[in-house]
């Protein structure tokens, strides 16, 4: 008899072939058979159709704080993810020197938004080293299953300290440390290592991590570490507009390691058409058989602005100052007044707050990119919207002020509507070059930044949109397959990342599976959440369609709720 039996599912493999109807049985937490009439099973499920997928395999999350204390890694488990790989942008929580602690937080604060109080309050340190930070890891329950990467930032200030932390140039005694301490790290279980070159990632206001600046023998050296291990990623992220320049020493680590290295393929406003070049570039490196790989979302970046988030064109003006420390009720009701409204949507206030902040001028001045998420009640959230719907189309039609019009849809829904700006890949004002990078042989879906950016991002639920947006709901151009939505998050990120025993439904391979009902798939209008330690907020987005989510054949989510079961666990190194 089988542990478990799901019965007549729509079944999309991983392979990337059509849909088959099937019965898949699991047997000590791995698929034994697939085909019709398999025999009984302790547990059976009547699938009735619904489309049985292999779990999600999200790449790209920064849950290293959130992991030590959430099991379910919340939300990623309501958007069926059943593996998720942290340590990614070259920041994390090892190694660390027992006085680094709260400086180590604070770069994660800084570069991924996530409060330092909340880390503070969630994290319990018993490590100091990265193999111990995977031990404590590994003694935790979880339902699902994670993998994590060693973070630049953390290895090159356990090693020169405050030199680390000036960009001093290592010398080659610190490279040496620095190279023991990652091999140390890949053969503990470490599934790759990362590092972030981009002048985005700040902490403390205007620092950059340790690392932005590290030298050519520094992360050569380390990435010929990770060649003589023999395993691991090397994940990078820089100035998108500039990833041009970094492709060929990219490249050039991709070929002698022969393993892969991923950077982030984002389109900026500034240099709208460079995804074009980069793609020509992996074709030429995919015809060499060099593993290089673009890191690609399945969306634009998408800030979300609200009156409880910490992004939204009134943030510099003083008087928001005052207002945002008042308790929800009492800025709801100030918020209310006709003289606050006229105060804070004053250009010439604004103006004179931005005169020395380019990046907060953009964010708050670039009313063409601004849009309601939610176009009507009840709808869902439209990441695609076309440009009559934003703020300055608006603001033109009906003679009013920009910043009044921005005004008026955030009080809209009890104050509690968000204002959707797209902040990367939507230059064009439509998401068809998404498409293009998506059918690329050399990219890898990512970018989806689980428990990250908890003030202002939340585009954790981008395994969902691909099945809502991209396969069945896009009406301004050519949709995808939903084998090949499917193939691209669930085989493809797990062959990455050298995790060859998920991925697809077939025999001996592990049973982490989605049962999904299709048609009612929804993904839901995020919402501003305080459910973290010491009463952090977060953006939170659920969703409805899930029937059951299962981690090596055991349900953790059933319903749209936890079950309570903890099958996962801490993934070491490659799965064969």
């Known amino acids: 008899m089988f542990d478990l039996v799901i019965r007549g599912a729509s079944v ?5 072939a059509p849909a088959f109807t099937a019965d ?39 849950y290293d704080g959130q992991v030590t204390w959430d099991p379910y890694l919340s939300p990623s488990t309501h958007h069926g993810v059943t593996t998720a790989v942290m340590g990614n942008c070259g920041v994390g929580f090892a190694p660390v020197r027992p006085d680094k602690h709260d400086w180590l937080i604070s770069v994660m604060e800084g570069v991924e938004d996530i409060p330092g109080t909340v880390l503070s309050e969630g994290i319990r340190w018993d490590w100091e080293s990265f193999p111990q930070y995977l031990d404590s890891l590994d003694r935790q329950p979880r339902a699902l299953d994670v993998g994590a990467q060693i973070p630049h930032s953390a290895v090159r200030t356990y090693v020169m300290g405050e030199r680390g932390i000036t960009h001093d140039e290592a010398t080659p005694d610190d490279v040496a440390q620095m190279v023991a301490l990652v091999r140390e790290g890949l053969k503990a279980g470490a599934l790759g290592f990362s590092t972030s070159r981009t002048l985005i990632h700040k902490y403390q206001q205007r620092k950059y991590p340790p690392g932005t600046f590290a030298s050519p023998d520094e992360i050569l050296g380390i990435a010929a570490a990770i060649g003589e291990v023999g395993h691991g990623v090397f994940q990078m992220t820089s100035n998108h507009y500039q990833m041009e320049t970094e492709l060929p020493w990219l490249t050039e680590v991709a070929r002698r390691n022969k393993l892969p290295v991923a950077f982030a393929l984002v389109q900026t406003d500034q240099t709208p058409d460079t995804w074009r070049r980069l793609l020509a570039a992996l074709d030429t490196t995919h015809r060499d058989g060099v593993p290089l790989y673009g890191a690609i979302s399945g969306r634009p970046a998408g800030i979300l602005m609200a009156w409880k988030g910490s992004t939204h064109p009134f943030m510099v003006q003083p008087l928001w100052r005052e207002l945002a420390a008042l308790p929800w009720p009492e800025r709801l009701a100030r918020l209310r007044q006709p003289e606050v409204r006229q105060a804070l949507t004053s250009m010439q206030t604004l103006q004179a707050a931005l005169q020395h902040d380019s990046r907060s001028a953009y964010l708050t001045q670039s009313f063409h990119k601004m849009f309601a998420l939610v176009p009507k009640a009840g709808a869902e959230p439209d990441y695609e919207p076309p440009p009559e719907r934003s703020v300055a189309a608006i603001a033109e039609r009906e003679g009013r002020a920009p910043l009044e019009v921005v005004y008026d849809m955030l009080m809209e829904q009890n104050g509690e509507a968000i204002v959707y700006f797209p902040s990367f890949n939507y230059a064009y004002g439509h998401l068809d070059h998404l498409r293009e990078e998506f059918m690329h042989p050399r990219t890898m879906m990512s970018l989806a930044d689980g428990g990250a950016h908890c003030g202002y991002i939340c585009d954790v639920s981008m395994p969902t949109f691909m099945l809502t947006h991209w396969v069945r709901g896009r009406s301004r151009g050519a949709t995808i397959p939903l084998e090949l939505a499917v193939k691209r998050q669930t085989a493809d990120t797990a062959a990455v990342y050298g995790l060859a025993d998920r991925g697809r439904i077939a025999p001996g391979l592990k049973a982490d599976l989605n049962l999904i009902d299709l048609d009612r798939l929804r993904l839901h209008p995020p919402t501003v959440a305080f459910d973290l330690p010491a009463g952090g907020r977060r953006l939170l987005q659920h969703a409805e369609g899930y029937l059951a989510t299962f981690v090596a054949g055991q349900a953790i989510m059933e319903g749209g709720g936890a079950t309570g079961a903890m099958p996962g666990r801490l993934l070491r190194g490659p799965q064969r």
């Not at 999309?12 to 990337?16: A, C, F, I, Y």
Request: glycine share 20%.
């Open 12 to 16: 999309v493999d991983g392979s990337g």
């Open 24 to 62: 898949v049985a699991v047997q000590d937490g791995r698929i034994a058979e697939v085909g019709r009439g398999l025999g009984a099973g302790r547990r059976e499920v009547n699938a009735d159709g619904a489309t049985l997928t292999p779990g999600w395999v999200d790449v790209h999350t920064h």
